[in-house]
């Protein structure tokens, strides 16, 4: 039995070889095409003929793929002709959404760190927001940064949470792998009675720690505790925890 690579590759290729077989009356009697590109490296995924130099473009479809003086019948008076001057073309799988509903709830509450060149700047935006969210509502950073972006090359941790936020509850969420809440967010969830043993105060300080993993604790703990910066795998600390719906376990 083939992988699902194989058959969507095969499926590709079919798509390719029809639409190819399509082109060829077209050919014969071409209409220009608004655009054209040409000495390119087309990687077509089609096992019949991988590989094509120009592609020719109608309205919003590919009438033509094959190679330069395959294709200049498609050259007309208005056609843009595009010279990929021998760079890679591949198929485009493209995706674009929103998320209305959830936006619209939180925009005026979210702090967004896309584009922001330093976790000092980042935390200086979360602590600016906590000021000004009035209660019960959250600060939330939601996704679109990562830690390599920052100079600091790593992520907050949970102290610099805390102090940044004071007593309005936070939520910091890295991509869909990980997030931090602060002290009164884990009190508004009920978390610090309801599952003691996944986090508690730390000794004289405003952050929370995790069970160690492998312990009984973590076992029964509702959250993923992760390393605050960026470590190889033997030399992470739990510092942080990130609320999951699964079992935990560790980074």
Not at 22 to 28: E, F, K, T, V, Y
Not at 93 to 103: E, M
Not at 219 to 234: D, E, H, K, L, Q
Request: glycine share 8%; aromatic share 6%.
């Amino acid at each position: 039995m083939g992988t699902r690579r194989d058959f969507i590759k095969e499926s590709l290729g079919i798509a390719g070889v029809s639409m190819l077989e399509g082109c060829a009356g077209l050919m014969q009697a071409a209409e220009p095409a608004d655009t054209l590109i040409v000495n390119a490296r087309v990687a077509t995924l089609n096992p019949r003929q991988p590989n094509a130099t120009a592609i020719a473009i109608k309205g919003e479809r590919i009438v033509a793929v094959g190679s330069d003086a395959e294709l200049d019948a498609f050259k007309g008076p208005a056609t843009r002709i595009i010279d990929a001057a021998r760079r890679t073309v591949v198929p485009g799988l493209n995706d674009a959404h929103t998320h209305f509903i959830r936006g619209g709830l939180t925009y005026t509450n979210e702090v967004r760190w896309d584009g922001v060149t330093s976790l000092a700047e980042g935390m200086r935006r979360v602590r600016e927001q906590a000021r000004r969210t009035p209660s019960p509502h959250w600060v939330q950073v939601i996704g679109g940064w990562t830690w390599a972006q920052f100079a600091e090359k790593r992520y907050p941790t949970l102290d610099e949470i805390n102090a940044a936020t004071g007593d309005t509850p936070c939520m910091i969420m890295h991509l869909y792998d990980r997030a931090w809440l602060n002290l009164p967010a884990i009190r508004v969830l009920g978390w610090d009675k309801e599952v003691p043993t996944c986090a508690t105060p730390a000794a004289g300080r405003r952050a929370w720690s995790c069970p160690p993993p492998a312990s009984p604790a973590w076992s029964r703990c509702g959250c993923a505790c992760r390393a605050s910066r960026p470590m190889s795998r033997s030399s992470r600390r739990a510092t942080s925890c990130a609320s999951t719906t699964g079992s935990a376990s560790p980074a």
